[in-house]
Structures are given as structure tokens and as C-alpha cells.
């Protein structure tokens, strides 16, 4: 069965501030999961500095080098102009926001399916390059299944697929039956600043 629709978002709320965290001791990590009767979110945001180490024209690509020397590869989308008024040298801000929304819908009368959106947020002509890109993953699923025995709940996507998902919570797993629906709501936001070379780090 085909599950990646569904699973890489909530895979995402479970590991993503975890793996995140890994890298720490070369970022400021911050995070919090929030969880209500029926609702649960999870946000992580991630601020890295470093120092362009080299650019890539062809693929928009720049590599960043960490203060303990590690190297991270940040793709400079489409939305952030002035691509070409960045050189190796050039001190970098990058920020990196994700979250993830599940909700339950009881008796869910949604259509059931996948949704994408994106919104731009562009430097002005002549500024330094900057830029925020947000794309939001939206997935509404059935519930066509509930084993509280083994904490697990079955949801069928558009396409007639099945996953099992995982409820350890049991006050949740209570609120969720057969006819009701799951809609996961997964935004990611990517910023990019750049500071002239040799400026002081901003507090």
C-alpha cells in the first residue's frame, strides 16, 4: 500500500523536533507539542548562523559553515531575489520553522484527500537577499477502524489506501470511532537573511 501521504506528516510531528535537537550544540533549537481533547500540534523552530561557504548558481545552492565548522546545504529557493549579490564570506541567518495540526473530526463530513499551498514573502529590489517561503500540506483521512487494544487507529486516504496509526494516549484513542475523520495539517517555513561580511552577529 501506498502510505507516504499520510504517514510523512505524522512521522514529522513524532521525529522531526527530535532529530532536530541532534544537531543542537550548532543551532538555538527551540520547541513544544500542545495536545487537547481531540487535537494535538507540534512546533519546532531551528536558528542557524554560519558563514557562506560556497555558492552554487545553477542550483541556487549554498553551503553554510556552522562556528564548529560544520557544513549545512541550504537550497535559496525562487522567492528569495537578489540571488546574486550573495558571496562566500557573506554571514547568514537561516531560520526554519515546521508544525504539524492533527485533528479529529468527529463524524467528519470532509472530502477526503491531499492539499497544497504556497505563499511567498519577497526582499525588496535592491535589498539584501531575504526571503520567507511557506508551504502548507494539508490530508484529510477516514476512520475506518478502531482497535483500542492495540492502541491503533486505521485511516483510508483517497486513494483506498489503509495506515495504521499509533494512539498511545488512551483519553484520545476514547474520542476516535469508526466514521470519523483525521485531517493533518503540515506547514513548513524557510527564511533566509544575509548580513554583509565581517558584520557583528545580531543578538
Given amino acids: 500500500m501506498r502510505t507516504t501521504p499520510i504517514v ?5 510531528a513524532a521525529l522531526a523536533p527530535v532529530a532536530i535537537a541532534q544537531d543542537k550544540k550548532n543551532m538555538d533549537v527551540s520547541g513544544a507539542v500542545a495536545t487537547a481533547p481531540g487535537q494535538a500540534k507540534a512546533v519546532a523552530l ?36 537578489n540571488f546574486d549579490q550573495l558571496k562566500v564570506g557573506d554571514k547568514v541567518k537561516a531560520k526554519y520553522v515546521e508544525s504539524l495540526t492533527i485533528e479529529l473530526k468527529k463524524d ?10 504556497t505563499s511567498l514573502d519577497r526582499a ?64 513548513v517555513a524557510l527564511a533566509v537573511a544575509v548580513e554583509p561580511a565581517g558584520a557583528p552577529a545580531k543578538k
Fill in 108 to 117: 467528519g463530513k470532509q472530502v477526503v484527500g491531499r492539499t497544497e499551498s
Fill in 8 to 12: 510523512a506528516i505524522i512521522v514529522a
Fill in 124 to 187: 525588496q529590489p535592491g535589498a539584501k537577499p531575504g526571503g520567507v517561503a511557506k508551504h502548507e500540506v494539508t490530508v484529510v483521512a477516514d476512520v475506518v477502524n478502531v482497535d483500542a487494544k492495540k492502541h491503533l487507529v486505521q485511516v483510508k486516504n483517497e486513494h483506498g489506501e489503509t495506515v495504521d496509526l499509533n494512539v498511545k494516549d488512551p483519553e484520545q484513542l476514547k474520542l476516535v470511532k469508526k466514521g470519523d475523520q483525521v485531517q493533518a495539517t503540515y506547514t
Fill in 46 to 81: 531551528v536558528t542557524a548562523n554560519g558563514t557562506i561557504d560556497s555558492i552554487d548558481a545553477a542550483t541556487r545552492t549554498i553551503k553554510i559553515k556552522l562556528p564548529s565548522g560544520a557544513l549545512r546545504e541550504v537550497e535559496v529557493g525562487q522567492e528569495v531575489r
